[in-house]
């Protein structure tokens, strides 16, 4: 049985005479505020129609455009210096098919919205990232992905999308039809056209219990294939300074449910994950020399803990200090080597890391772009705090990483180019005669897109 769920502001224009709200420009800034843009104007459309005229019209003018969510990208992916398309108005879901096991919903849509929409119905994503604050088409154009030994990315499962292209078109895409673009625009990083609605796959909602526990550097190393084998999500973080990590494995459960209590949970989560650490980072920016002290006492300061809760409680966390984010996917049997290199590094090195190392897995997919397209992968994600010196740490970790082959993730800081890309994309050229024949003009271009995909 059908269940239909029909987005309220859809096809409602926003101004009473069928055109989409324009705004005067002000200047755009991502989360982490690495980033701005000044475009020349805002465009918030309330359907597919007005999205589709407002590009007709900026095509004309030889005004560039870009869509942008909740800027959770550290890259310019989704800067101009033309017209910025606001999806705050195409949100919620179009259809819930129970019998088809899908959800389509509108692209601005926030996953944590969604997430919370889909367990009042009774379902689930299979997979999913650590945030829950993106919309569902800035987290999958970027690639965002979770951790999983069977289960990929967010972006892996999409079962069809609704794409505007360049000259206004809509195009309903599936492995059934336009295959060819559908097999890029899952994974699209803004090139190819705006995405205005997702086709995601869901199941009934089900429980994970999560084990969370410290274990050495040392032997989670040593371990990783059996830890990776074992469960269905293994991730962990390692502590720069220290011979510390903190391991977290997420595996069905057949209940009861036994979520992390309220005044655990406000410790943990807010109070040591957030306000704490956010203190230390704090002290760490003004004294750097303190950095290693404390990241021997912070990395013990997570105990471990068991929990039993529906996914999207058990998957994403809260982030509330803000920081700078390089994150590259290897071979996943080039990770232990890679990483130990980069232990070797900081451990040689004058840095200063108060930022936890973070490493997950995903299996191969079938995305053109895809981190993980045809390949079994591991990522390693390294952070800097906000407003202290990244560059060092970062092209030196990145030196480790592209010389095992590895792919930057799209919506993070990295410095590759087109060159090297399509070195490490069996399928780059692929996406990019796709690229040409939907958008020969560059009506989606900017400057980050002309770096990594070419001219």
Not at 56 to 79: L, Q, Y
Request: proline share 6%.
């Amino acid at each position: 049985m059908n269940t239909q769920h029909t987005a309220g502001t859809t096809g409602q224009p926003t101004n009473g005479r069928g055109a989409p709200r324009t705004q005067r420009p002000t200047q755009w800034r991502n989360w982490a505020g690495n980033v701005s843009a000044r475009p020349t104007r805002e465009v918030t459309p309330a359907s597919v129609d007005e999205l589709a005229a407002a590009l007709r019209t900026a095509a004309e003018r030889g005004e560039r455009v870009k869509p942008v969510g909740t800027g959770h990208s550290f890259t310019a992916a989704a800067a101009t210096d033309g017209v910025l398309i606001r999806p705050d108005l195409l949100t919620g879901i179009r259809k819930l098919d129970r019998e088809a096991g899908t959800v389509t919903v509108e692209a601005g849509t926030p996953l944590k919205r969604l997430n919370v929409a889909l367990a009042r119905e009774g379902l689930s994503l299979t997979n999913m990232g650590d945030i829950m604050e993106q919309t569902v088409a800035g987290a999958t154009s970027t690639g965002t992905h979770g951790t999983g030994r069977d289960s990929a990315s967010i972006s892996a499962q999409i079962r069809a999308l609704e794409l505007v292209t360049a000259d206004g078109s809509v195009l309903t895409c599936s492995e059934q039809e336009n295959a060819d673009v559908f097999a890029a625009a899952r994974i699209g990083i803004g090139a190819l056209g705006v995405v205005t609605a997702i086709t995601f796959a869901v199941e009934p909602v089900f429980l994970l219990t999560a084990r969370e526990e410290p274990m050495t550097f040392d032997k989670v190393t040593a371990d990783f294939d059996q830890l990776f084998a074992e469960n269905e999500h293994f991730e962990f973080y390692w502590f720069p300074h220290t011979g510390n990590c903190n391991t977290k494995r997420n595996n069905r459960s057949a209940g009861p449910e036994a979520p992390v209590g309220a005044l655990s949970g406000w410790f943990e989560d807010e109070f040591l994950s957030n306000g704490l650490f956010q203190a230390v980072n704090s002290l760490g920016r003004a004294f750097p020399a303190t950095i290693p002290s404390v990241a021997k006492i912070s990395s013990k300061a997570l105990s471990a803990r068991t929990y039993t809760d529906i996914p999207y409680k058990v998957f994403t966390s809260p982030r509330r200090v803000r920081f700078l984010e390089m994150e590259y996917a290897v071979p996943r049997d080039a990770l232990v080597p890679a990483l130990r290199e980069l232990k070797t590094m900081v451990d040689r090195s004058d840095l200063r890391i108060s930022f936890p190392v973070e490493v997950r897995t995903a299996p191969a997919d079938d995305i053109a772009l895809s981190t993980a397209s045809g390949r079994e992968t591991a990522y390693i994600a390294v952070h800097m705090y906000k407003g202290t010196p990244h560059q060092a740490y970062f092209t030196a970790a990145e030196k480790i990483f592209t010389e095992h082959a590895g792919r930057p993730h799209w919506g993070k800081i990295h410095t590759r180019d087109a060159e090297y890309l399509s070195s490490v994309y069996p399928r780059f050229g692929e996406f990019t005669a796709l690229r040409e024949r939907l958008d020969p003009d560059g009506l989606f271009g900017n400057d980050y897109l002309r770096r990594v995909l070419g001219p």
